[in-house]
């Protein structure tokens, strides 16, 4: 089971992302701020973390940097989930650590896609009543 760190401020936009991953292959973990986030990165040590770029506390941007300055965090695979998708914004962004970007408004089954080529997945499993 992997392990994601979802930090987005808006409660419904963490609801969809929670919802499309939940399942045997993920345990979701939740941030409403860029602090909380960070700090759960550092404790919980996730396989990959979903981060907003405008959230109260640090920014998404300025929690991948830290993480990405971390030696024990800096190899962990960062989406940005973000409506700033100018050219600029993901330079910045890959600047600080960002592996790739989901920009809003987005589809579930983006999400599902990128979080699986993040994780170095083909596909997740199926759960019992799903075979």
């Given at each position: 089971m992997?392990t994601i760190?979802?930090?987005d401020?808006?409660p ?6 929670r919802t499309?991953l ?7 973990l939740?941030?409403a701020?860029g602090?909380?986030?960070?700090k759960?990165a ?7 973390i ?20 971390n ?14 998708g ?13 592996d790739?970007y ?8 983006e999400?599902?896609d990128?979080?699986q080529?993040?994780?170095g997945?083909?596909?997740i499993?199926?759960?019992p009543?799903e075979q």
């Amino acid at each position: 089971m992997k392990t994601i760190l979802l930090a987005d401020d808006e409660p419904n936009i963490r609801l969809l992302v929670r919802t499309t991953l939940e399942g045997p292959d993920y345990r979701i973990l939740e941030a409403a701020d860029g602090s909380t986030a960070l700090k759960m990165a550092q404790k919980e040590s996730p396989d990959l973390i979903i981060l907003d770029w405008l959230m109260p506390g640090l920014t998404g941007i300025e929690v991948a940097s830290r993480l990405h300055e971390n030696e024990h965090t800096a190899r962990l695979p960062i989406i940005m989930l973000t409506c700033k998708g100018q050219p600029g914004d993901m330079a910045q962004g890959r600047a600080a650590g960002v592996d790739t970007y989901l920009i809003k408004p987005f589809s579930p089954m983006e999400v599902l896609d990128r979080v699986q080529d993040a994780l170095g997945q083909d596909a997740i499993s199926q759960s019992p009543n799903e075979q």
